[in-house]
């Protein structure tokens, strides 16, 4: 039977309804994950990359320093992340970026990095296979990542 | 100083960072394999002792205008490097007579990761004997 695309009247306020509580559920659920990644200290993390690498030259040669707009790129990219994944080790870069990176053995990692352009870069080795590629930040992670990086953390 | 890099010839990248390598097994980071910009900075273990490798790290470490720790090294060999599709050339500099670039960095940042993840897959970490891990 094919469903109206418009549903009016009564049934359509329980639709409406039933739409509204579906959607406050699911920024619950994402609250939790966010929350999820404090408790596990990846923001706070990302809080001690800023303080350390906030200088030039912070690896003793010529690295950029982390600036306050990458740090908010990174927050933001992690909070666009689906429910339950696992939480990065968080690093930087000397050109100035920041990484996430999910590792398992040398040759099933990714690692994401958060460069000052508002760009996001990635490179994940798993097994003999090699995927790269980059995408704009502000967008938040995309279906293709979250599934790179479920190949890395998952099937130890 | 020697023109030429030959393909066994070991490089050390120095870890003055905590968090380019990882302690629960050791191993480096790719992170430490991103250049700034067109090269990166690695020391040739050519004709050096042990103990003149550390006094080159712990200089550079030290004479930073914020002093840094320096947590070890990474060494590769450079055949590895060029497996990568990069370049290693002598580049000596005041107090580091066997200091050397990588370079021919492709230009996209994804393709940089992929060769500094490829390199940081074979480098061995080896801990300052004198710093703390």
């Given at each position: ?144 990542l979250v599934e790179i ?8 | ?95 580091n007579p066997n200091h ?11 393709a940089r990761k992929m ?19």
């Amino acid at each position: 039977m094919m469903m109206p695309s418009v549903v009016s009247g009564y049934v359509g306020e329980i639709a409406d309804f039933v739409a509204q509580k579906m959607k406050n559920s699911r920024e619950l659920l994402q609250e939790s994950n966010v929350l999820s990644f404090v408790a596990k200290g990846t923001f706070q993390q990302l809080d001690e990359i800023f303080r350390d690498c906030s200088l030039d030259g912070w690896d003793s040669d010529k690295a950029k320093p982390i600036s306050g707009e990458v740090l908010l790129c990174a927050r933001g990219f992690l909070n666009s992340f689906p429910l339950g994944m696992e939480a990065p080790e968080v690093g930087a870069e000397p050109d100035g970026a920041i990484t996430l990176e999910w590792y398992r053995s040398p040759n099933k990692v990714i690692s994401i990095s958060i460069n000052p352009d508002g760009w996001m870069y990635y490179a994940a080795l798993i097994g003999t296979s090699k995927r790269h590629g980059a995408d704009f930040s502000l967008m938040g992670v995309s279906d293709d990542l979250v599934e790179i990086i479920s190949q890395v953390t998952k099937g130890d | 100083m020697n023109g030429f890099i030959a393909p066994n010839e070991l490089l050390a990248r120095y870890i003055p960072f905590s968090r380019w390598f990882r302690k629960q097994d050791l191993t480096v980071k790719q992170d430490a394999f991103i250049p700034q910009d067109s090269e990166l900075s690695v020391t040739r273990h050519l004709r050096l002792t042990e103990e003149d490798i550390w006094k080159i790290g712990r200089k550079i470490a030290e004479g930073m205008s914020t002093p840094r720790n320096l947590y070890g090294r990474a060494d590769v060999k450079t055949s590895h490097v060029i497996a990568q599709r990069l370049n290693v050339v002598p580049q000596p500099v005041d107090g580091n007579p066997n200091h050397a670039n990588i370079i021919n960095w492709p230009p996209d940042k994804d393709a940089r990761k992929m060769c500094a993840l490829g390199i940081a897959k074979v480098t061995h970490f080896v801990a300052n004997p004198e710093g703390k891990v």
